[in-house]
């Protein structure tokens, strides 16, 4: 998709044009060999206007998009090779401007907003269920503020801070029934301060010390009966920080 850019030329002409007299809109398409539509566009003073449509040669929609003097102005949909939606976006004068959609198999997978071809504003990913699996607030491109991460079962495993794409501030991890499973102290995107991992009774199951990512002192292990076991290396991260790695890396691209 063009940003600002004159699409006129990326349309061929077609060989049926009609012409609109109260307005002197031609609208022009182009055709496969069999005569089925290929491309349906409007044009005005030589610049494409209006919507303009593209199809497959089973006659599937490809795209849709509507434009003003020959600039993406309006809503923009994207097909993928079934036929089904795979992406809905809003655009103002050429740059992606309000909510986009995205769609797997028709089912909607996120949906993000913009601002002057920015991402910002609310940013939700969606599982398989259609249950939300991720929430955030985008500034400038970046995941800024608080996230949420949910299970498939909508229940909250992960709630941590942002500040312009870094994770800043303390991310908890809960169990399934909002138990806290993990508490643990970033500062500029990496680990700082000392973690803490509890037992599904509520008491202290671990203890380590990290400076800027790296281990800064030993593991500290206790039982569920909250004595302290021998010392013990770094140890693993938990599944719900793996999977709270993934989502991240994925939000970030």
Same mark, same amino acid.
Do not use: C
């Given at each position: 998709?063009?940003?600002?850019?004159?699409?006129?030329?990326?349309?061929?002409?077609?060989?049926?044009?009609?012409?609109?007299?109260?307005?002197?809109?031609?609208?022009?398409?182009?055709?496969?060999?069999?005569?089925?539509?290929?491309?349906?566009?409007?044009?005005?003073?030589?610049?494409?206007?209006?919507?303009?449509?593209?199809?497959?040669?089973?006659?599937?929609? &490809?795209?849709? !998009?509507?434009? *003003?003097? /020959?600039? @993406? =102005? #309006? %809503?923009?949909?994207?097909?993928?090779?079934? +036929?089904? $939606?795979?992406?809905?976006?809003?655009?103002?004068?050429?740059?992606?401007?309000?909510?986009?959609?995205?769609?797997?198999?028709?089912?909607?997978?996120?949906?993000?907003?913009?601002?002057?071809?920015?991402?910002?504003?609310?940013?939700?990913?969606?599982?398989?269920?259609?249950?939300?699996?991720?929430?955030?607030?985008?500034?400038?491109?970046?995941?800024?503020?608080?996230?949420?991460?949910?299970?498939?079962?909508?229940?909250?495993?992960?709630?941590?801070?942002?500040?312009?794409?870094?994770?800043?501030?303390?991310?908890?991890?809960?169990?399934?029934?909002?138990?806290? &499973?993990?508490? !643990?102290?970033? *500062?500029? /995107?990496? @680990? =700082? #301060? %000392?973690?803490?991992?509890?037992?599904?009774? +509520?008491? $202290?199951?671990?203890?380590?010390?990290?400076?800027?990512?790296?281990?800064?002192?030993?593991?500290?292990?206790?039982?569920?009966?909250?004595?302290?076991?021998?010392?013990?290396?770094?140890?693993?991260?938990?599944?719900?920080?793996?999977?709270?790695?993934?989502?991240?890396?994925?939000?970030?691209?």
């Amino acid at each position: 998709m063009a940003n600002g850019k004159d699409l006129t030329g990326g349309f061929a002409k077609g060989d049926i044009a009609q012409a609109t007299p109260a307005d002197g809109t031609q609208v022009v398409e182009s055709r496969y060999e069999d005569g089925k539509v290929k491309e349906r566009s409007q044009i005005r003073n030589g610049k494409l206007e209006g919507e303009t449509q593209s199809f497959s040669p089973d006659g599937r929609p &490809l795209r849709s !998009a509507h434009l *003003r003097e /020959g600039v @993406l =102005d #309006g %809503e923009v949909r994207i097909y993928d090779d079934a +036929g089904q $939606l795979a992406q809905k976006s809003q655009y103002a004068a050429g740059v992606l401007d309000g909510r986009t959609l995205l769609y797997s198999e028709g089912q909607p997978i996120a949906m993000l907003h913009y601002r002057q071809g920015v991402q910002e504003g609310e940013f939700i990913s969606y599982g398989e269920t259609g249950e939300a699996a991720a929430r955030m607030t985008y500034l400038r491109g970046k995941p800024h503020g608080e996230a949420l991460y949910y299970d498939p079962n909508g229940k909250l495993v992960r709630r941590a801070q942002y500040a312009l794409g870094a994770l800043e501030g303390e991310a908890i991890e809960y169990d399934s029934k909002g138990k806290v &499973l993990e508490r !643990a102290p970033y *500062r500029n /995107g990496k @680990l =700082d #301060g %000392e973690r803490k991992r509890f037992h599904a009774n +509520g008491k $202290l199951k671990e203890t380590a010390l990290f400076k800027e990512g790296k281990p800064a002192g030993p593991v500290r292990e206790y039982d569920e009966a909250g004595n302290p076991k021998a010392a013990a290396g770094a140890g693993a991260q938990p599944w719900q920080s793996r999977m709270s790695a993934f989502l991240e890396k994925l939000v970030k691209g």
